[in-house]
């Protein structure tokens, strides 16, 4: 086996460097705008509405720089993004279809808890 001892180091080259930071700070800060939104908003539609919306930001900079999606071509961007949408799109309208079907079949209704006012239940 040849080794060769011949071995140039590159400098470093800094704007990759604080790129890489700066997507790194960008994550970091979302993701603790999802914590503080975890542990002071009730549970219901518009928490997760932040929770989804939030989490489609982190996936565009993941893809975009880590996965180097974003220094390619428009066509080829919307080849990748495109089909995606429609299978997520996909995936959801089946589920909801089949979670429609099965609460029919069983005969089951939304859960509605109930209070006690005045030694009376209320929906």
Do not use: C
């Not at 996965?67 to 919307?78: A, F, P, Q, S």
């Not at 995606?84 to 309208?93: D, K, N």
């Amino acid at each position: 086996m040849e080794q060769t001892a011949n071995i140039q180091v590159e400098p470093v080259d800094k704007s990759k460097i604080w790129g890489i930071w700066k997507i790194a700070i960008i994550l970091a800060v979302v993701t603790g705008i999802e914590y503080v939104f975890a542990f002071t908003m009730d549970a219901g539609f518009v928490r997760s509405s932040i929770f989804i919306g939030l989490t489609i930001v982190k996936a565009f900079y993941i893809v975009s720089e880590f996965m180097h999606l974003g220094h390619e071509v428009k066509g080829l961007i919307y080849s990748i993004i495109l089909p995606m949408l429609f299978i997520i799109w996909l995936i959801v309208a089946l589920v909801n279809l089949e979670g429609a079907s099965v609460k029919e079949k069983r005969g089951t209704t939304d859960y509605e808890p109930t209070v006690m006012v005045d030694d009376r239940y209320l929906q």
